[in-house]
């Protein structure tokens, strides 16, 4: 029985026990457990979870031990590398569950990567050879759903319109904070950068900067649900991965909010056309939610 199926079964108490007894069977045997081949590093609330139910399908895609996303490259850092690798299965075990289907190749998906200050100087120096997947969505669509995504977990208390006015003093400081001091963990700079994170070519930038841009893929979520199929083939050969078709394609993890003014989101969205215009050329072409219908 994996370790997923029995977690499934047993109380929630006794969850973190068998992920404390697990981790540190993974601690133990990190030398024989495997390296990610690539990672989702985001951009939160932009198509992750639908991503990863897709990719985890493919017979040569081995899922990490505990969740989707590790958060060792923001949070976790300073927890090590044999830590990190703890969560990863072991290359024997991988090897006999993809069989003939080809060589295993495991990967995680941890949305914080893609706008944390530091997180692609640390993958380039631990996975210099590792490939980075970027999902972006329309900014304010996206800044709207995190803001759902908060209130509804608890971290937020405040209306969208409040939160966007309050997000410039909320955050201020945080970033030089967490770049000073890398042990500091910023709970405004993770629940109330709404429309932060939407400014992806800067993010998106550090990546090329530590990794090459050979090595960074970025797929617009329209794309990749409006089109899957042809998204997810693009994907595979960028990780050279066979050929495969997914089933758990649709938009996953959705959550139900009311709809923005009109007002509001014309105003929102020429505060990130500069932005979007480097993207632009990062991508090679123009973002879905700037193409006039």
Known sequence: MTVSKLRSRVPEGGKDLIRSATLAAGMATAGARMEPGFLVVGAQRSGTTTLYRMLVEHPCVVRPSFAKGIGYFDLNYGRGERWYRG????????ARRTGKSGSPM????????LYHPLAAQRIGAQLPEVKVVVLVRDPVERAFSAHAHELARGFESEPFERAIELEPARIEGEEARLIADPEYVSYNHRHFSYLARGRYAEQIQRYYDALGRERVMIIDAQDLFARPEAAYADLLEFLGLPEFEATQT???????????PDELRRRLMASFEDQDAELAVQMGRTPSWRIQP
């Open 87 to 94: 969560h990863f299965p072991m290359r024997a075990a991988a």
């Open 250 to 260: 649709g938009v996953h993890n959705a959550r139900p909010r009311q709809e923005m």
């Open 106 to 113: 495991t990967f995680e998906s941890s949305g914080y990567y």
